[in-house]
């Protein structure tokens, strides 16, 4: 993999949650818990650079794609007083969205990633809107077949159009099958409606560039498909927890190092999606987040979990979903250049990652494909409270512990404070619509009633 540039692992340490704070120092505490989607809130004034960006050459069709992508599902939205005043269902900033792509490009990102489904169906429409402000050859996008709940060719062929009129565009520089889980599901989607073929052609005919999938499923599905067809790319699951902790963690039979080993003795370039893991890897357990500040004090939690992905060789780019400007300004500094992990720098993620693994978030990566829950609840916002209080040590399960009724008070006020309570775990009534079409394979109504009952006996 062609590689450009445009221009001591931490010991074991026993620490509690203010022994934490005061390693960190006043001054870096916010870069801790500040919320940052690029790991905790990056120090202000360091610089941006414009012109040091770490280019990947594909070795398919010659692109040299930015290391850094900008994914495009987790866009800024208008700020609620404002909403009221919108005449649809479609509350995306796009002026905020204009500013971030604009930003992006300035400082060296040339790939977006987006789909029909994302942002409430608006993603496309917002990212065309910024995109095409730009000249063409500035910039390559990457959209998907999202046929889940819309399979027939009819439906399918009307998905593919609508993509090129909302993106504003003749051509698509790399196209997916978007999270394909089995076989049967394969098959139903685009083998029998006969999409694959069609798709194929596409990118005989110019209109598809390069012709991918993303997954998300059964390890013998990966394993036939990589076998059994010719792909362009792949989009795969891939962050320093999964990669070591592979048993059950990945939502995947097959571990993300064998998806990643499969490709490259196949000389398929890998796409990564997901490297702080839905975001849990931007503010891991303070545990763990203590012994990233002992290698590297200046440096964000999710800085290491981009150097992790962007040190594979045969990664072409990584997707970020970068909803604020600081979230961007610090996956540029990571990627401006590049700094590839040292063993030491691995090492210390391997004790990361034994943190975590005892301390484990729930694996919610906020998709949104669960979404909307016909009975109201706010299922990606009840599971990122749950592990923001486990990870900033706000989980009162021992109340024999002297700092019980502290933890307890930050958990049930910020919970009401991030999720009404018309909208919270009580409210589940099992129905498991949601758990179809959840990618990371949750139990979501065996989850809500756990946190139901955990919740319940903090009112006892």
């Not at 590689?3 to 074991?12: E, I, K, L, Q, V």
């Not at 809107?129 to 027939?152: C, E, G, V, W």
């Not at 990870?391 to 021992?398: A, I, K, L, T, Y």
Request: overall charge neutral; aromatic content about 10%.
């Amino acid at each position: 993999m062609d590689y450009t540039a445009g221009s001591g692992a931490a010991n074991d340490i026993g620490i509690d949650r203010r022994g934490f704070m005061k390693l960190l120092g006043a001054g870096a505490a916010l870069a801790a818990v500040g919320g940052c989607g690029g790991g905790g809130r990056p120090m202000a004034g360091r610089e941006v650079p414009t012109d040091k960006m770490t280019y990947r050459r594909n070795p398919q069709n010659g692109d040299l794609l930015s290391i850094l992508a900008y994914g495009m599902m987790r866009l800024p939205r208008v700020p609620r007083a404002r909403k009221e005043s919108l005449p649809d269902v479609n509350d995306l900033d796009q002026e905020a969205v204009n500013e971030l792509v604009d930003y992006a490009i300035a400082h060296g990102v040339n790939y977006f990633d987006t789909s029909p489904v994302y942002c409430k169906g608006f993603s496309e429409r917002a990212t065309g809107l910024a995109l095409s402000r730009h000249p063409r050859d500035k910039y390559f996008i990457a959209t998907k077949m999202s046929n889940q709940r819309a399979r027939s060719r009819e439906e399918s062929l009307a998905i593919y159009r609508k993509s090129f009129e909302e993106l504003r565009v003749d051509y698509i520089d790399y196209y997916l099958l978007h999270s394909v889980g089995s076989r049967d599901n394969f098959k139903e989607r685009y083998l029998d409606n006969g999409m694959l073929d069609f798709l194929v052609k596409e990118r005989d005919a110019g209109r598809i560039r390069s012709l991918g999938w993303s997954f998300h499923g059964e390890g013998d599905l990966f394993e036939y498909l990589m076998s059994e067809y010719k792909w362009d790319f792949t989009m795969i699951q891939v962050n320093y927890f999964d990669w070591r902790m592979a048993a059950g963690t990945n939502r995947s039979d097959m571990s993300a190092r064998r998806q990643y080993e499969i490709l490259a003795e196949k000389g398929v370039p890998a796409v990564i999606m997901e490297p702080l893991l839905g975001g849990g890897l931007a503010m891991p357990h303070y545990k763990a987040r203590a012994k990233m500040v002992q290698a590297d004090p200046d440096a964000s939690a999710a800085s290491w979990a981009f150097r992790f992905a962007g040190s594979l060789p045969n990664v072409i780019t990584v997707l970020s979903g970068m909803t604020f400007m600081d979230h961007l300004q610090d996956n540029i500094r990571t990627y401006s250049p590049l700094v590839p992990l040292t063993p030491e720098n691995d090492a210390m993620l391997d004790e990361v990652s034994k943190v975590m693994l005892e301390y484990r978030n729930l694996t919610c990566t906020k998709c949104q494909y669960c979404m909307p829950c016909p009975y109201g609840l706010d299922i990606p916002e009840i599971f990122a409270h749950f592990n923001r209080s486990l990870n900033e040590g706000n989980f009162p399960d021992d109340k024999q512990d002297p700092d019980y009724k502290r933890a307890r008070r930050a958990f049930l006020v910020g919970l009401d404070r991030s999720v009404s309570p018309i909208r919270q775990a009580n409210r589940c009534t099992g129905c498991g619509l949601c758990v179809k079409d959840c990618p990371q394979r949750i139990d979501i109504p065996g989850q809500m009633q756990r946190i139901d009952k955990f919740i319940e006996s903090m009112k006892v």
